[in-house]
């Protein structure tokens, strides 16, 4: 059991802090007001929750996913690009042609356009 008291330390600590954290919140919220105040600007929504969001809202989030996948993948390939050499320097240059060819796509199909 001795190699494992850090490990059920740890939990219980954790355990301990999370309680913590729930309570302090639980003890300065506001009460009363869920529901009837104003929305995270500052204003009263104009819309219900539930309602549909335009198709270029999911254009866009595709095009940010497509740039955050190049981010992902160019982090590992700059710490490794002076081992490999030029052949991982036209690989990457090909993977961005690539992701190009998608914006460019994106942006003829009018993706980027707001009115």
Known sequence: MAPWAAVLGLVALLAVGVLAIYLVSLVISP???????????GTRPQEHALSRYHVRWYAVTLVFLA??????????????????????????????????????YAWREGAFRWS
Do not use: C, K, N
């Open 31 to 41: 009460r009363g007001t869920l529901g009837t105040g104003p929305f995270l600007s």
């Open 67 to 104: 740039f955050d996948m190049e981010m992902v993948f160019m982090y590992p390939w700059a710490l490794v690009v002076a081992e490999v050499g030029p052949v991982a320097v036209v690989e990457m240059f090909i993977f961005l042609g690539l992701l190009m060819v998608g914006v460019v």
